[in-house]
């Protein structure tokens, strides 16, 4: 229903129940995360991909290649955006050094630690290796072995994982709609496998290749 081309998201954001009462229980929801496209789309007045572009990937020399629109023409405020890993590294990279890309500031230090906080926690117990899961704003958190660690999540196993003590980020992509049955299969069971592999390599930090210095340039034989 929510995917159909005629599906008008916007008219019945006020008539979706809820599931709790607000302030209560934590529940993600890809409806809230579009509601708030939506809120920043109308307050800058002007589409959420170009205020994007030029305000946030151009300023760190990455590039929307693609990000869907809803039938009311608001850009998906919680799934696909289509962006290269590379330019998931350098997103990464921006969080990692407190909203700063090569020593300019884009966004302000003050919001990636707010963004990066723990408002909601406790709600469930693992996510395949993850556990003591954690919700900001817009960003996960986590602990896989001895490290805690932010990530954004998309879903199949797209991530940009943030490992500031380690002074690395690991990210990873995936197709979530590969498959032949969605319904059973889709990105999950990719999802699990590359959970896996993200573990493997926060529990294995002394590999070369891996590390982001935090002024590295992009395409150095110790950039990710």
């Known amino acids: 229903m929510f995917f159909s081309d005629n599906w008008h998201w916007v008219p019945h954001i006020a008539d979706w129940p809820l599931t709790s009462d607000p302030g209560s229980r934590f529940q993600y929801s890809n409806l809230t995360s579009h509601i708030l496209a939506v809120i920043v789309a109308r307050a800058c007045d002007t589409d959420l991909e170009s205020y994007a572009q030029e305000n946030l990937f151009s300023p760190i020399n990455a590039e929307v290649r693609e990000w869907s629109v809803d039938a009311d023409g608001y850009n998906m405020g919680a799934l696909e ?3 290269t890993a590379r330019d998931m590294a350098k997103f990464g990279l921006l969080y990692l050094n407190d909203g700063e890309y090569h020593g300019e500031r884009i966004i302000s230090a003050a919001w990636v630690r707010d963004s990066k906080q723990r408002y909601s926690e406790r709600f469930r117990g693992r996510y395949g290796s993850f556990r003591d899961l954690g919700y ?46 969605l319904a059973s299969s889709g990105g999950w069971q990719y999802e699990g496998a590359i959970n896996k592999l993200v573990d493997a390599l926060e529990n294995d930090d002394s590999r070369p290749g891996f590390r982001v210095c935090r002024d590295c340039r992009f395409g150095t034989e110790n950039s990710v």
């Open 81 to 83: 955006i289509y962006v």
């Open 136 to 181: 900001g704003y817009q960003w996960w958190s986590a602990r896989v072995g001895d490290h805690e660690f932010n990530y954004a999540s998309g879903h199949g196993g797209n991530y940009i994982i943030l490992l500031d003590e380690l002074d690395m980020i690991i990210v990873t992509t995936a197709d979530p709609l590969y498959g032949p049955d």
